[in-house]
Each structure stands twice: as structure tokens, then as C-alpha cells.
């Protein structure tokens, strides 16, 4: 029993390039800027999200170079906070909040479930929009002088006394996060109304529950982001109060209601790339997910639960110790959905048959630094060690290892998995492991040694550093070349393979779910019709134990 | 949105439902109802006015959501989605209300149970 | 869920007006307008929370200031926009039961117009005599606000609770404002006949939407006007 969508006769050969599918069913400039086809809006997102993580990227670079000398052997200090500050707002809300939701969420949700397109095509189109346009303010911020306040724009530093960019910094974000507004609301309306028959929800893709539970959290949590950012705005131009204390205001207020958002934002940020990994471990081991049912609610525990636990962000920065205990026990508590993933994926390879392509290389390599990451969360979960640990290289490396070695690791690995079926083209694979391997060894020369600085004691966002720190600092910065490199070559290889690349079948994996039934690249309506679902999720038992 | 027809006669109820609690919210915001005096500081601290205040609102507002919007006839996931709204806006006023209010209760040094020093000004603070 | 899969997409019977071709059935795009407004309206909840939790906290801890403040506001004519506002609300749902009821489309229309125009009543009441009586009397932070010598001690804090009367009203008002954008769009539809008893959806959606906005007032009300310490008459225990 398996699902009824035969796009192709068996034995007909139909040239790929002659077929008519998204790509190539219109063409033009106007047809792909006021396109709303999600697979096309998807590929505007992954333009445009590729090129602001170069910006970000291209902050750090700047970073780890400055930060070889003790004394700072690049740029003067004050340019060194705009550095940070920029890497940070590009880095979390211009490419790892929107990185897997736009651009594999776009593009697979409707094809997950056997729907022609999202429930409002015409807001997806507009949400790629409002996201350009907050960038294009801030792209403005930072060549009018970039901002120093940190991405968190902690007040009353960000409120009154930074005399840089901060408005349209702020109104970039501002902007922006109505664009996560609208995926997170299509994705959920999509997801509860627009079901193939027999997609129960028990049958979905955990890559579906997992981008139904993201969208909980952009629906609930960005509203408040914006309306922080809001007040920050009129308390920069009119100077009434609200967060500065010499005229009575609350910077802890401040930092309540920004991390109310900020903490979700980074579950954001994970969770659709644990959607992604239990996709590629399931397929790259020939197995069905271990505790289908657990994977499931454990996304849903972590999107409710995440909005628990903000203050631990607020430890030491003035916040009762009350307020502070109950966070604490609450921060321990979120780990647990995401430990239940670990295990569960561990148990799915157990006795799998597992291949080691690009994508698994990734997959695996999340699994890792993943843990570690999360791990070292509950150093400073507890607060006592928190106490130490607040505020130096320690913290940055927690979350560049769940950052980085999870989030954009899964997001790699994602690109390259459905990268068939998004191009029709196959990358070529000797050059996607190396490039992974490159990117492994690279990610963790960068920021191992942050932990062991970190618990030295050497503070984050500080332009200079004892001497005695510069043996690590310099194996982090060499580890960032090695990083930088790494992501250079799959841009290379996967841009060259769209032209040249072998041209690649509905399913070269064999893997399991509808996309992988239509053709690569797909018609641009998807399913000619819709299917029906009888099996479950990732029903690799049945499969032949060949490729497609 | 099933379609069902709320007849006019229901509106109108509810419009002048609606009128009569605007009414009283007025005039009874000129009344002082003060403070309970029970002798627990949690609960002579709750400012009745406001409770009132927020009670009649409240009332207000589910007319509104339960007849207006519909919501009475709606699925279940309509209601489980306004009240999602409602719970985690709950949740950032409590949380924030809690830091904010309990930042002055300062623990003891050298408290009788040392393995819980901060309990103390905790209870003394809510009772 | 559905009983069978659809068929193929060259041969169907014509469709419904307003029908969108990413969905399947006119119910399922009517169930799918609706819940995303809702979760739309679920994010408004967050938005304009988050304004009435700052307030919330700082009223919690400027009682006095904020008092002094709540007592400077104009209680007539708040009650009275809370009055027009319900009003609308009612005018609204209205328009909707005309569709619904295959109703003329004049009737329709004519609810559609009555909503605007206590919309407008509304707005014209708090620019027109709250707002420009509180510039005359100095009130508005930013703009030469005075503090007076009889606020004491909590002055200071008094500038505090008018930015909140004015963010809040004023968000609340460019709600409004886009929502008179959306009823003048849906007049003209109603206008051009393209509502009935089967197609009302627009309708339906933009009734939550106004009526959200209703909500708001209904709680801006008493947070703003109400809880300021105006007691004439003396103690109820």
C-alpha cells in the first residue's frame, strides 16, 4: 500500500528539460518577483538569506581577525562593538530566524502534505517583501555607521547614550519580524486545514510538526519583539522614560519584554533543524524514526515550554533572585523535550542500515554539537554557575555550538538533501563531504577554545584580552578561516551543479514522504492529484532497500 | 465560521448588554470599595477597584468574542486558539509583574534554615 | 476530512465566486480565512499585551503618579466613545447577517457605512475634543508638557502615564484607521453585489478584525479612564 501519485508512466522517459515545472513555466524577472508560487518563494529566500549570512559572516571574519593580537590588531574599539552588534542582528534575525522556515519550510510544507501551495500564497509573497525591506533599513544602518549597542539593544545605553544607527537598526528588525509573522501564521493554517485525505496527524513528516511548532512560537512571541522595539524607538526620540532609570524608567523591563521574544527566538532557530534531522536520519538509515509519537510532542513541549524560561537570560542583571529560582528550575525543565530528541534519534540509528552521504555527515555532526551545546546550557541554567560564567566567551560558545554546529549544520544538511529535488541537479558528492568535514573540523577549532576562555574567565564582546588568553584566541581564529572556507566550497559546487550538475530523478535518495513523489523539479501546481495517504511516516520497512 | 445565522434579536441583546456593563463600570469607578482587611497581606493588597474594573472587561470582552466573533459557534480550535492568545499574554505580565514586585524582598544572611535562607522574606513578603 | 480524492484539474464545474485555487473546497478556504485571522488576531493579543504589560508594571509602581494622571482624562468622553465603539461593533455584525441572510445588498451596504460612520464618530471625538483639549493643557510628552505643583512628589512620573494614554489610544487609533481602509473595500464590494448567503467570507473576516479592535477599547477604557482613584463617594467595605 503506498500512495497513489504516479506523475510518470514507468518507461517513459520524459527529458527533464523539456518537462514543464516551476522553474521553467515562466519566465522573466516580473514572473518570479510577483510570483506566488511557495517554491519560487522560496528560492527568493534562499537568495536573499544566503547573502545576508555572508554579511554576517563577513563581520565575524573581521572579528576573529582583530581578536589575534591581545591588543586588537585590526579596528579601534568603538568600531569593534559595531562588529559584534552587526554580526549579531544580521546573523539572528536576518539569517537564522528565516534560514530552514522560508526556505525549506516554503518549499516542503505544501508538498509534505499534499497541498498545491500554502493556504494565502499572496502573504507568503509579501512576507519576502517585508523582509527585504528590513533588511535594505538595515543593510542602511550599517553603512551609515553601523550600531554598537549589541543585538540585545539593552537600554538605557541603546535609549540614550548610543549615538550610532540604533532607529534603523531597530526599525530593520522592526519590519522584518512581520514577515515571520506571516510564514508562521500560513504555515499553521496550512498545516491544520489543507491536509491531503488520510494525512492524519500522526502521519505527518516531523519536519511538519516541527515547523507547525516554530510558527507557534513566531505567532506568539514576535508581537512582543516589536512592540519592545517600538518603545525603544520612542524612548530614543522622545526621551520620556520607559526604560531609562535617571527619568524612573526600568531597563530590566526592557530586558523582560525583549527576551520574552529573544529566548522563543532561539528555539526558533533550532527547532525546524531538528525537523530537518529527523528527515535525514530516518532516510540515511533506512529506518523508521524511533518514538515517532514522542519526537512529536516533544517540538510542541519545547514551543510552550521556551516561553517559560527568559530570564535566565537576566541572571545577574538585576532581576529578583525569586524570579530568578523559578527560571532556573524552568530552564532545566526545556532541556528535557530536546534530550528526548537526542535519544530518540540515537535509537533510530541503532541497527539502521546507514549511508554516509553529505546530508548524514551533517545529521551526525548536529547530533554531536548539538549535545554539547545544550549541555553546557545547564552550566548556565543553574545559577550559581551562571554567576561565573555570564558574560564571557563560555556563553558564546554555547550558543555558536547549538547556533552553528546545530542549527546551520541541519540547514546544510537540509539544502543538500532536497537539493534534487528543489534543482532537479545532483551536487557532486565527493565535494559535499569534504566540504562537510571541513566545516566539522573548522566549527569546532573556532569555538572549543571559547569554552575553555570562557571559563577562564575572559569576558565576550571586549575588543582586548589578557595576554595569557592569546593561544586560544588565535586557534579560534585560525579554526574561523578553516570555517569561513568551508562554507565558501558547498556555495561554489551547488551554484556550478545547477548548470552542470547530473540531472537527477524524482527520488535519488528513496527516501520517504510525497515530495520525493513528484518529479524533480516539481510542477509548479505539485500534485496533478492530490494524493491519499494509507501508511505512516517514514515506512522504510516496506522499501526495497535500493535507490529510486 | 460555520455559517450559522446569530439572529438579530441576539445582537441587540447583547448590544445593550454591552451598554448597560459600559454603565457601570463608569459609575462604579466613583465608588471607593478600598482594601479587605482580613489580616493576610496577599490578599489585602488586591486593589478592588481595579479587580471590579477588570471583572466587568472581562465580561465585556467574552460578549463580544462568545456572540460578535461567533466564537460560541465555532470549532474547537478557534477556541483553543483565542485562549492560546490570552494564556501566554498571561504568562509575560505574570512573570515580568513577579520580578518586578519581588525584587526589594532581599534574602537574610545567617536565616535559621541556612539551606534555604531565601525562603523566609519569601513568606514574609506574600503573608 | 474529505470522503475522495479531487479530480483532475482540467475538468471541474465551475467555480464559486471568490474561489481560490490552492484550495480544494469553498469550505476549506472559508475555514482557512477564518482561523488565519484568528491566529492574525492572536498575534495582536501579544502586540498590544505587551503595551498594556509595561503599563501594567509601571502603574504597578508609579500608583500615585498614574492616578494623577487617569484623574485628567476625560471620562465622559471616554465612555461615551466606548459607547459608539460597542456600537460599531453591533453595526457590523449587522452587515454581516445581511450577507448571511441573502439580505439586499443596500442593507448591507447601509450597516457597512453606519459602521464607518461611528468609526469616524469615534475618532473625531478623541482628536477632535480629548487630544486637542490635552495639547492646550500641556499634556502631551514631547510636546511642551507641563508638570503641575499639585502632582507633588509623583510629577515626575506623571509625563510616564500620558506616553502610555497617547501610545496606546494612538495605536488603537491607527488600528482604526486601517480598519476604516478595510470597510471602505468592503462597501464597494457590497456595493458591486458580491456578497450572499453564499460568499460572505471578507465579511466575516473583517468583522473579527473590527471587532478586536472593539476589544482593545473595551479594556483601554477602565485601565486608562477608570482605576485612577476618582472617589466621590466614600467607602463600600
Known sequence: MSTTVIPEMPGQEIPAESRVNYLNASYGVKSWLLTTDHKRIALLYLGSITLMFFVGGFFAVLMRLHLIEPQGALVAPETYNKLFTMHGVIMVFFFLVPSIPATLGNFLVPMMIGARDLAFPRLNLLSWYIYIIGAAFTLYAVISGGVDTGWTFYTPYSSTFSHTSVIPTALGVFITGFSSILTGLNFVVTIHKMRAPGLTWFRLPLFIWAMYATSIIFILGTPVIAITIFLLGLERLLHIGIFDPAIGGDPILFQHMFWFYSHPAVYIMILPGMGVMSELITCFSRKRVFGYTFVAFSSLAIAIISFLVWGHHMFVTGQSIYAGLIFSVLSFLVAIPSAVKVFNWTATLYKGSISYDAPMLYALGFIGLFTMGGLTGLFLASLATDVHLNGTYFIVAHFHYIMVGGAVMAYLGGIHFWWPKITGRMYPDGWARFAALIIFVGFNLTFFPQFVLGYLGMPRRYAVYPTEFQVLNVMSSAGASILGIGYLIPLIYLLWSIRYGPIAGPNPWGAKGLEWETPSPPPTENFEEIPVVTEDAYDYANVGGSRG | MSGHVVPVKTYLGIFVALLALTALTTAVAFVDFDKLHTGIHLIDMIPLNTVVALAIAIVKMLLVILFFMHVKYSSGLTKVVVMAGFLFLAILVSFTLADELSRSWTPEAGAWNTALPTILPLLRGLF | ?237
Open chain 3, 1 to 237: 476530512m474529505w470522503e475522495a480524492p479531487v479530480a483532475d484539474l482540467a475538468v471541474h464545474a465551475p467555480h464559486p465566486p471568490g474561489f481560490k485555487h490552492q484550495f480544494e473546497d469553498m469550505e476549506q478556504q472559508r475555514e482557512a480565512d477564518s482561523l488565519g485571522m484568528w491566529v492574525f488576531l492572536v498575534t495582536e493579543i501579544m502586540f498590544f499585551g505587551g503595551l498594556f504589560a509595561t503599563y501594567i508594571i509601571y502603574r504597578a509602581l508609579y500608583l500615585t503618579a498614574f492616578e494623577e494622571g487617569s484623574r485628567l482624562l476625560n471620562v465622559k468622553f471616554g465612555a461615551a466613545n466606548t459607547a459608539v465603539l460597542i456600537g460599531s461593533s453591533l453595526t457590523m455584525a449587522l452587515a454581516i447577517h445581511a450577507a448571511q441572510a441573502g439580505k439586499k445588498k443596500s442593507e448591507q451596504v447601509m450597516y457597512l457605512v453606519l459602521t464607518m460612520i461611528l468609526g469616524a464618530i469615534f475618532l473625531f471625538l478623541k482628536f477632535n475634543f480629548e487630544w486637542r483639549a490635552d495639547y492646550h493643557e500641556h499634556l502631551i510628552p514631547g510636546f511642551h508638557f507641563i508638570i503641575r505643583p499639585e502632582w507633588g512628589a509623583a510629577g515626575t512620573h506623571v509625563p510616564l502615564f500620558f506616553c502610555f494614554y497617547f501610545f496606546m489610544t494612538g495605536l488603537h487609533a491607527l488600528h482604526m484607521i486601517i480598519g476604516f481602509g478595510i470597510l471602505g473595500t468592503l462597501t464597494v464590494m457590497a456595493q458591486r453585489g458580491r456578497f450572499s448567503s453564499e460568499y460572505y467570507a471578507p465579511l466575516e473576516v473583517s468583522g473579527l478584525y473590527w471587532h478586536f479592535v472593539d476589544i482593545v477599547w473595551i479594556f483601554l477604557f477602565p485601565l486608562l479612564y477608570l482605576i485612577g482613584g476618582r472617589f466621590a463617594i466614600p467607602g463600600v467595605h
